[in-house]
Nanobody, 114 residues
Framework: VQLQASGGGFVQTGGSLRLSCKAS????????FGWYRQAPGKQRDLVGS???????NYADSVKDRFTISRDNVRRTLFLDMASLEPEDTAVYYC?????????WGQGTLVTVSS
């Protein structure tokens, strides 16, 4: 199983960014996927997740600003981030759980300037 995240970068406060995570080696359509983030000096926290049916839920800190979606044909997970704040600065990771193991993407850095 491989998860390849991309799309991070530098953005100003109030800006938007889209992250992608392409999966291989897994039956993409039946898995739940999640996005996590880890700010400097802090633990890795769940941003949100999406089930195989497309039902998503979010951490309170990003609700109404972030949207998780998936394209089962392209085997790709997305995280659309809007109204970004400096507090959103972190390395973002995609994640899935498969055959009793956790799999993580390599992380993509999002930096939001004030």
């Amino acid at each position: 199983v491989q998860l390849q995240a991309s799309g991070g970068g530098f953005v100003q406060t109030g800006g938007s960014l889209r992250l992608s995570c392409k999966a291989s080696g897994i039956h993409f359509g039946i898995n739940t996927f999640g996005w996590y983030r880890q700010a400097p000096g802090k633990q890795r926290d769940l941003v949100g997740s999406i089930t195989s049916s497309g039902s998503a839920n979010y951490a309170d800190s990003v609700k109404d600003r972030f949207t998780i979606s998936r394209d089962n044909v392209r085997r790709t997970l997305f995280l659309d981030m809007a109204s970004l704040e400096p507090e959103d600065t972190a390395v973002y990771y995609c994640h899935t759980f498969h055959r009793d193991r956790n799999f993580w993407g390599q992380g993509t850095l999002v930096t939001v300037s004030s």
